[in-house]
Nanobody, 124 residues
Framework: QVQLVESGGGLVQPGGSLRLSCVAS????????IGWFRQAPGKEREGVSC????????YYADSVKGRFTISRDNAKNTVYLQMNSLKPEDPAVYYC?????????????????WGQGTQVTVSS
């Protein structure tokens, strides 16, 4: 019954903004590190951002630093990814995933659960 459900994707113009949500059920999200990943057609999956469960340490890929912000709302069992100044290279399916240790997510390792993904499209 463990589930991660992403939402908030859609079509946006270059320079626009979107906020993605990852809602967890079947477990308590505040005891897990959460990472956001993305995969574009013809490309390998890449890590975007992650946040730890305990001290709130965050990580951002160089390609999104200064534009994306990860946060969590433990009361709602939800993690967010605020995406600003979207660029043509950002379109992809975005996934959230869990791991007991955020350092594993930084290294690209996922030992927990994956969501089904939400599509982000950037077009003029």
């Amino acid at each position: 019954q463990v589930q991660l459900v992403e939402s908030g994707g859609g079509l946006v113009q270059p320079g626009g903004s979107l906020r993605l949500s990852c809602v967890a059920s079947g477990f308590t999200l505040d005891y897990s590190a959460i990472g956001w990943f993305r995969q574009a057609p013809g490309k390998e999956r890449e890590g975007v951002s992650c946040i730890s469960s305990s001290d709130g340490n965050t990580y951002y890929a160089d390609s999104v630093k200064g534009r994306f912000t990860i946060s969590r709302d433990n009361a709602k069992n939800t993690v967010y990814l605020q995406m600003n100044s979207l660029k043509p290279e950002d379109p992809a399916v975005y996934y959230c995933a869990t791991d007991p240790d955020y350092k594993s997510l930084v290294a690209g390792l996922v030992r927990g659960s994956w969501g089904q993904g939400t599509q982000v499209t950037v077009s003029s």
